[in-house]
């Protein structure tokens, strides 16, 4: 079945360090791919999505790529703040039941 | 996007008692989603929910469990049924828009 793979938190960085977190996930067909962010205590928001190959999303100085041939969408940003600071969450939607399936989270730590 | 107004926001409840959360949609909206975030754990959906039909529960939810109203297309409810302290977690309700927005989730508490 359909699946996505996050790699293991925490991760801690300093202000202003690059930020990747790794995302691959499995799929049959041409799912969508999304990133949510859970900051400590509040509900889980949108971050950015991509709904095909070569797809760029972006908000907020995240993005990540729909990457079909590596089945990747890793989460990258230049230049972490501590407001950063939180659970991230890689996720697909199939596309013939419109549910997400979620990775397990990565938890983001920043330091000043 | 959809705005969703889920309540309660949390709540402490009794071993063998049940609890009914409800979400509210601003509009009208076909599928309605209920997932269950274990404490320190990634989300697991419970069930799909349309408006006129039974729901649709996942591998691991029944619902007997978990029984699940859609009486209109804006609005739903998941109650928790019997519960144990294995039920303690966050619920969310969830709709299909620009990317899925999600309520503010149900912290449960069973002691």
């Known amino acids: 079945g359909n699946s996505v793979t996050q790699m293991e938190g925490p991760v801690t960085l300093s202000e202003e360090a690059f930020l990747t977190i790794n995302c691959t996930y499995t799929a049959t067909g041409y799912p969508s791919l999304f990133w949510y962010v859970q900051y400590p205590g509040e509900g889980l928001q949108l971050l950015l999505k991509?709904?095909?190959?070569?797809d760029k999303g972006s908000n907020k100085g995240f993005e990540a790529t729909y990457r079909k041939e590596t089945t990747s969408f890793h989460l990258e940003k230049g230049s972490v703040q501590v407001s950063d600071s939180a659970v991230y969450f890689c996720?697909?939607?199939?596309?013939?039941?419109?549910?997400?399936?979620f990775g397990t989270g990565t938890r983001l730590q920043v330091f000043p | 996007s959809a705005v969703i107004s889920q309540k309660p926001s949390r709540d402490i409840c009794q071993r063998g008692t049940s609890l009914t959360i409800q979400c509210q949609v601003d509009s009208q909206v076909t599928m309605m989603f209920w997932y269950r975030q274990q404490p320190g754990q990634s989300l697991t959906l419970i069930a799909t929910?349309?408006?006129?039909?039974?729901?649709?529960?996942e591998s691991g939810f029944v619902i007997d469990k978990f029984p699940i109203s859609r009486p209109n297309l804006t609005f739903s409810t998941l109650t928790v049924s019997n519960m144990s302290p294995e039920d303690s977690s966050i619920y969310l309700c969830?709709?299909?828009?620009?990317?899925?927005?999600f309520g503010s989730g149900t912290r449960l508490t069973v002691v």
């Open positions: 969830s709709v299909e828009d620009y990317g899925y927005t």
């Open positions: 929910a349309n408006q006129g039909s039974e729901a649709t529960y």
């Open positions: 996720a697909l939607s199939e596309g013939n039941t419109d549910k997400l399936i």
């Open positions: 991509a709904t095909k190959a070569d």
